[in-house]
């Protein structure tokens, strides 16, 4: 793998001068940041399965930069997801379609079905309109780990690895996009995000059914363990086993500290109860605590309703590494 001395700036103009030559630039969107390559260069998207240290299998979201896009990389002649892209895109709502064959296989992982998305930060719509092709981009994170949602982040886990990180600040929803998609028996969603079911329901007027079941996988977002610190990470009332009697405990909540003596850190979401916030600080927190002296984290469980359950399956998702005692 080619080494780089990785920059971090808001130069679009250098961030499009690297996707032009086939190399990868790390994206801002509105959810997380992205690890992005021209998806129509086969060479581009092998780079990013190999910097990310991500299987094959696992294929990857296209993002376009106007609405008009998706018909080069998808056919689709469906009144509703027309209908899906026009309410919520740019937004954090990923479509799966049909693909065209511009799209190579390795973006797909030898599926015949695409997930697009058009992402809504300034910079970069701005550099999809320069480049004049789509970007496949997972979120810029080695594979399972946190995503980022800062600069910083992916600095620390990318550096060296990639020309340039294209500076957008922190993301405004923090959690990755809803992807959905229609099969015969109607729509699904695969992965849960800011776009809510309701949101959905209420857009298409037809019912949307959560399909997370990792026996098939169809996005990897379903996998057990996903989004996970390195540090063992135990969810609120769990017991914690009797082998971390004497160890340093740092703790997650959404509003209120949980009642445990010494936690250091002892991290508040949103001491006001205010769920978006909580989403936009929650893999902040989890990076920071991951990167804190503690030896295991606890952290307390969402409350079940609107965002909240989107936070609880991710954090149960990062609860699930291996290393748990
Ligand atoms: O918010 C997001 O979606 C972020 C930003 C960067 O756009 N991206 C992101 O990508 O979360 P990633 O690769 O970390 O997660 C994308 C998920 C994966 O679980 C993948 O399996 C699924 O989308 N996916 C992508 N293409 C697919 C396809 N053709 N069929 C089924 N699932 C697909
Ligand atoms: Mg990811």
Request: aromatic content about 8%.
């Amino acid at each position: 793998m080619q080494a780089f001395n990785t920059a971090i700036g808001q130069d679009i103009d250098k961030a499009a001068y690297y996707l032009n030559r086939g190399d990868l630039v790390a994206i801002p969107t509105e959810t997380v940041y992205g690890l992005a390559g021209n998806a129509l260069d086969e060479k581009a998207v092998s780079k990013i399965f190999e910097v990310k240290q991500r299987p094959y299998f696992d294929p990857l979201i296209v993002h376009i930069g106007d609405m008009t896009r998706w018909q080069d990389l998808a056919k689709s002649d469906d009144a509703d997801a027309l209908k899906l892209m026009q309410l919520f895109w740019p937004g954090p709502l990923t479509l799966l379609l049909q693909k065209s064959p511009l799209v190579p296989d390795v973006v797909t992982a030898g599926s015949d079905k695409v997930a697009l998305r058009m992402p809504n930060h300034p910079l970069t719509l701005t550099l999809l309109q320069k480049i004049k092709f789509p970007l496949a981009a997972p979120s810029a994170n080695p594979f399972g780990y946190i995503s980022p949602t800062m600069p910083e982040h992916v600095m620390q886990h990318l550096g060296g690895k990639i020309p340039y990180i294209l500076d957008g600040g922190v993301c405004e929803v923090g959690l990755e996009s809803t992807i959905v998609g229609k099969e015969h028996d109607g729509w699904h969603i695969y992965r849960p995000g800011k776009i809510s079911r309701q949101m959905l329901e209420d857009a298409l007027g037809k019912p949307f059914t959560l399909k997370t079941n990792p026996m098939h996988i169809v996005a990897p977002g379903q996998l057990k363990s996903h989004y996970a610190p390195r540090k063992p990470l135990y969810i609120g009332k769990e017991q914690l086993p009797l082998s971390w009697q004497n160890a340093k405990v740092a703790t997650l909540s959404f509003e209120k500290p949980l009642p445990i003596a010494n936690a250091n850190p002892s991290l508040i979401l949103s001491p006001t109860g205010n769920l978006d916030e909580a989403a936009a600080k929650f893999y902040a927190a989890l990076h920071l605590l991951d990167n804190s002296s503690a030896d295991v984290i606890i952290a307390s469980p969402f409350p079940e309703t609107g965002l909240g359950v989107v936070l609880n399956e991710r954090l149960k998702k990062a609860s699930n590494n291996t290393h748990k005692q």
